[in-house]
């Protein structure tokens, strides 16, 4: 089993800066993606930004240029770097992991981490 810890959510400003850090009870060595999805009040789940083995970085348009994700394979942790945040921003954010076993896909969520972006 996987678990995940996300850390870094809070309250900002419109313009300022956060990031999240998610913490793998396992190696990420294990897993062929990893991202960041958010959802906000009323709306569908979204893919924020995503890493995939090899090193191929994803990332939603409505974000690009703004946040960066990255990853600390000695700490087991993928980070989500985010900057000039936006209002619209404000979402519950998940990380997300996929791995592969035996040929079949397993996917484990964290809890989520409340990011509020203030006007």
């Known amino acids: 089993q996987v678990q995940l810890v996300e850390s870094g959510g809070g309250l900002v400003q419109a313009g300022g800066s956060l990031r999240l850090s998610c913490i793998a009870s396992v190696s990420i060595f294990s897993f062929n993606t990893m991202g960041w999805y958010r959802q906000a009040p009323g709306k569908q789940r979204e893919l924020v930004a995503a890493i995939i083995r090899g090193g191929t970085t994803n990332y939603a348009d409505s974000v690009k240029g703004r946040f960066t994700i990255s990853s600390d394979n000695a700490k087991n942790t993928v980070f989500l770097q985010m900057n000039s945040l936006k209002p619209e921003d404000t979402a519950v954010y998940s990380c997300?992991?996929?791995?592969?076993?035996?040929?079949?896909?397993?996917?484990?969520w964290g809890q989520g981490t409340q990011v509020t972006v203030s006007s």
């Open positions: 997300h992991v996929r791995r592969f076993i035996a040929g079949s896909p397993y996917d484990y």
